[in-house]
């Protein structure tokens, strides 16, 4: 069962464009976090989000944690090929030591 | 910075065969993970130690077993190495809750003919 699903899937966009990857659930989790993974690295953590309603900024990333504390979402603005890679959104129960990953969206910005 | 590395990049076995990956974390960590990595399937948890030789298994652990005996070190074993257990396999550890930010390896892709 995945409890956190990602959309889209793939995202294939051209520089200056905005997007929004969103991260779903079912599941209440305590905080969300996000990460980047570039080909043939592990994935690296851009931002952990904790109070629902919660708005995070990186640059000219934005993240938001639901107000229910089920969804997130990540808002790139003005996209650049550096920003191509795999983002992954990752829950944290409130239990337990592990994190519920979602499959992740690949994103590919051209110049 | 933390830094998790992992023995290898790659990796070419054959069936059969007991195949060790190790893991090592400069961090003084309690927990570390073992994940694989599939196109479509994302990242599946096989199993996570939260302390020296303590281990839980995660969603995927058939096939597979750990063995953490020091601190900074955790090891995956194939026991007899399958074809669809050709994958990525990435480590990663992190502080002891379970909010806390995972620090991955670059990762190690296993190839089993």
């Known amino acids: 069962t995945q409890l956190l699903e990602q959309s889209p899937q793939f995202l294939s966009i051209q520089e200056g464009e905005n997007l929004t990857v969103y991260c779903n659930s079912s599941s209440v989790f305590s905080s969300l976090q996000w990460y980047r993974q570039e080909p043939g690295e592990g994935p690296v953590l851009l931002v952990t989000?904790?109070?629902?309603?919660e708005v995070k900024k990186l640059k000219r990333l934005t993240f938001q944690f639901g107000d229910a504390r089920k969804d997130s979402s990540l808002h790139i603005t003005a996209a650049q090929p550096g920003d191509t890679g795999l983002y992954l959104c990752a829950g944290a129960r409130n239990s337990g030591y592990a994190l519920n990953f979602g499959k992740g969206t690949s994103l590919l910005v051209t110049p | 910075d933390v830094k998790v590395t992992q023995s290898s990049r790659y990796l070419v076995k054959r069936t059969g065969e007991k195949v060790f990956l190790e893991c090592v974390q400069d961090m003084d960590h309690e927990n570390m993970f073992w994940y694989r990595q599939d196109p479509g399937l994302g990242l599946r948890l096989i199993y996570f130690?939260?302390?020296?030789?303590?281990?839980e298994k995660g969603d995927i652990p058939e096939g597979y077993s750990v063995s953490r005996e020091k601190k900074e070190r955790f090891s995956l074993i194939l026991e007899s190495a399958s074809t669809n257990q050709t994958s990525m396999y990435l480590c990663a550890s992190a502080r002891r809750f379970s909010n806390q930010p995972q620090h991955f390896g670059d990762g190690t892709r296993l190839s089993i003919l």
């Open positions: 989000v904790v109070t629902g309603g």
């Open positions: 130690s939260y302390d020296v030789k303590m281990k």
